[in-house]
């Protein structure tokens, strides 16, 4: 799972450059700040406990490479490839939960807008998402404080399916939320929830204020927080 993770993610920048420029997806210029679809270079920074500065940068019409940092160590870096149908991201990311848990994650996946399979949504734009992931964990065992190793490390295959659904309010203000539930080999499980609203400062700039909260099996993780992001 590694290695196709890594080397989807070469495969995109590559195959990015070089995808001819007659594929008609839309004006990337007409999508919303938040759409998962949306193919721009851009730099954001957010702030919740700590700061994370995250940026994708676009190779020609259809594919990006993304990449985030924050101040606690926690990084991700992936590719995202546009198709007809929808778009398909790569990924591998560590994070940090609240029981001291450093959590590892490949994943393969995929947002589709909702309106290419059934059609207008309204004022909604829906984007059904799925894929598979692998997932290393690096537990302190709090139960055993002798055991000469108190790393406690396990490791799950599954895969994850989900929604994210954007609302634009007006001009200006767009509603955003999703939610996603996992499942993976050995007991693994989990769900995360969240929402938030965003403000389109210009055509290019959008602030936003976003909450969350995700429990699996191997901890939890919560935060509030601010964001801010440019498009170029």
Do not use: C
């Amino acid at each position: 799972m590694k290695a196709i993770v890594w080397g989807s993610v070469l495969a995109i920048a590559v195959a990015g450059t070089a995808v001819a420029q007659d594929h008609d997806r839309g004006s990337e210029a007409d999508k919303l700040a938040d759409d998962p679809t949306k193919i721009v270079t851009k730099l954001g920074v957010r702030y919740t406990e700590y700061a994370t500065v995250s940026g994708s940068i676009a190779f020609g019409p259809v594919s990006k490479v993304n990449a985030s940092v924050s101040q606690e160590g926690e990084w991700s870096l992936g590719g995202s490839y546009l198709f007809r149908f929808g778009i398909v991201n790569a990924a591998a990311s560590e994070k940090k939960l609240s029981n001291g848990t450093t959590q590892t994650q490949y994943s393969i996946g995929s947002y589709i807008p909702l309106s290419a399979l059934i059609g207008a949504t309204g004022k909604w734009q829906v984007f059904p998402m799925f894929g598979f992931n692998y997932t290393e964990g690096q537990n302190v065992e709090t139960d055993v404080m002798l055991t000469d190793d108190p790393i406690a490390a396990t490791t799950s295959k599954g895969g994850y399916v989900g929604l994210f659904a954007l609302r634009p309010l007006n001009e200006d203000w767009t509603f955003k939320g999703a939610i996603v539930t996992s499942k993976g080999s050995g007991d693994y499980s989990g769900y995360s929830i969240g929402g938030g609203i965003s403000y389109a400062l210009s055509k290019r700039d959008s602030l936003g204020i976003f909450a969350s909260y995700a429990d699996n099996s191997y901890g939890e993780r919560e935060f509030f927080g601010i964001s801010y992001k440019r498009e170029f």
